[in-house]
């Protein structure tokens, strides 16, 4: 019933590869799954470069929601854990009391609505699409100190990049033969995604005296005379 009595067009391979571990390129060379989508052509015709999506989403996927799980009927938000480098101090305003600092964020989740394909050890080789990441749902943080609100969102050109990879932790199921390329899939709950973004930005000095409550202020007295001044 694929054609539904209607004729049709698909894509067949047929492979003499191992059914666990090997790759077969279009001219039907066997090479090793590492190699796949690794950036270096392994296969005579270069068919191991083609192709090589990582992220593979489902229908209804909506990036304006976090990814959430159930535990005994409860919604339980996933966890963002947050990390930042101070890269340096570009200047200190001490008529406006504000600082300038250039710094990078990290920000690493789990997503579990999603699956990755083909990932490899090194992080690096396992970097998302601009494309792709304008489909996923990012973590927002909001810097409350600066003057507009700034927040991690996607950059323009001419401001900032910003990168999402995936890191490598879980076990992998291979594709079915129904899929015309051999596949590792890997389940995104068990694979975590890193997002990186570094630019300068002007923070507001924010003052709390009230946690200082037992410091007190010094008052300097100061006599003048003819001949000279005490303190």
Known sequence: ????GKPYTTMLKLTGCK????????????IKMEERCNQLPNCRDK???????????EDGYNKNIPPI???NNRVVPVNVNISITLMKV???????????????????????????????????LNALTDADIGQLWLPLVIYENTDQKES?????????????????????????????DEAEIFEGAEN??????????????????????FDTQVQLKMTLTNKYVQL
């Open 1 to 4: 019933e694929c054609g539904k």
């Open 19 to 30: 059914e666990e571990g090997e790759f077969t390129c279009n001219d039907g060379q066997c």
């Open 47 to 57: 068919s191991d470069e083609r192709n090589c999506q990582i992220l593979l989403l």
């Open 69 to 71: 799980s159930g535990v």
């Open 90 to 124: 570009v200047e200190i305003e001490e008529t406006d009391h504000s600082i300038h600092l250039q710094f990078k964020i990290n920000l690493q989740w789990k997503e579990n609505r999603v699956k990755y394909q083909n990932l490899k050890d090194k992080t690096s």
């Open 152 to 180: 991690t969102r996607l950059g323009v050109e001419w401001e900032w990049v910003t990168r999402v990879s995936v890191v490598k932790e879980g076990k992998f199921t291979r594709s079915g033969l129904d899929e015309v």
């Open 192 to 213: 975590t995604l890193t997002m990186a973004q570094t630019y300068t930005w002007e923070f507001q000095c924010q003052y709390k005296l009230q946690h200082y409550p």
